[in-house]
């Protein structure tokens, strides 16, 4: 059923009687979830003991490649059961670091680590590329099916992405800084079109093997099915592809980062597949999503058919990126129990503050989420964006499910419209519910379609109600 913005919003009597809807019953008392969540999130368990790279020959001289001593001492440690290595102050430049169970990377203070930029010092790994798995380049920092590993300290990690390195294969590009791509320069998308179909076809995993000359850039820090992973305290820089990667993990901390990257899907961070994770008091300026959410993209999301479920995220800052939260767009596998709060959003160059994104390539059911305290000064489009229409949008066979959204006490400054909701005929938004909401600096009306059961109490645009719009 199709309504206009006229016969969805309103307030008092009219929004209350939307309060009876089947399914709100349920979320009446959401937020008890969180302290579930939070209640089972615990910190990886390293052993008490440690070794400094520059024991096993290291310098941090900023030319000299130490991928070998990173490796030695991981292993020395490995060896013992584990412990914490130790990146003292200095340049340090390697290859990919693979960490092992019980090991935690600490970078030291005045301490940076410098990845190669040379795509042969990369072995061919798992990983997943915007949702589809493959053979690829190994992302920089790397864990693959283990147990307690951790990132840790006040230094620097530097891919040394930019205009020369890594940014130019992804092809024509629109951003805020120059990704360095020209006519007649290699790119991406030969490999990416291949990648998709090899997906969409079931070809194995093992056989879709992609190298340097496919030109499919890396992910920063990826953990790939492991238990218990904590990235905290260090600052990112120069990521050549999507930054904080979790993918198939569980009990995941990521928190007091600061994260800067502007260049082509420098995405902040992307857990995709995870169950019980929390992000809180991270710094996000972005090129792309500063969070986004995912569960596999389109066949190669349902193959694997895990969802993203139960996930904290709270006091985080989100400067420049395309969304603040985003839920999407490879989410194939479902998204559920999320929940945010006390988070603080700014930036001319920042699209829309909390957004979801599918369509009918994708499909998905994506249900419960719960977002409150949410303060935005400006963005570039929208407050909150749900959009079934992005990319393909009705093109496809997988219908897509957004249902049982709450917003508490968002209060935003300047954007375009507050609220952008674009359901499908077949496949409308459900049940959203904006409680106590302030939507001031808005230029347009909000734009609503294929939404039922929108219910909107105590919200203001430009200081009226919005019944008198």
Known sequence: MRLNRRELIGTGAAAMSLLALP????????????SEILARIRPPRIPARSV????HGAKGDGVTLNSGAFAAAIAALSSKGGGRVIVPAGRFLTGPIHLDSNIELHVGNGATILFSTDPADFPIVLTRFEGVEMMGLSPLIYAHGKRNVAITGTGTLDGQGGGQHWW????????TVDGGWRDGMPNQLAARRRLFDMAERRVPVEKRIFGASDYLRPAFIESYACDNVLIEGVKLRGAPFWQVHPVLCRNVIVRNLDILGHGP????CDPESCTDMLIENVLFDTGDDCIAVKSGRNEDGRRVAVPSRNFVIR???MREGHGGITIGSEISGGC?????ERCAMDSPNLDYAIRFKNNAMRGGLLEGFHYRDIAVGEVKRAVIACDFNYEEGAKGAFTP????????????RRSIMALDA??????????VRLSDCAFDGVTRPSRIAYTNGLVLDRVRVNGAPVAQL
């Open 168 to 175: 130019s294969w992804k092809g024509p590009w629109k951003g």
């Open 23 to 34: 399914g709100w019953a349920a979320i009446a008392d959401p937020w008890v979830g969180a």
């Open 315 to 317: 006091d985080c800052t």
């Open 401 to 412: 499910v957004l249902r049982d959204v709450t917003i508490e006490r968002i209060a935003a």
């Open 336 to 340: 559920r129990n999320v929940f945010a």
């Open 422 to 431: 674009q359901g499908l005929p077949n496949a409308p938004i459900e049940r």
């Open 52 to 55: 400094s790279i520059v024991e």
């Open 265 to 268: 899907n420098n995405d902040g």
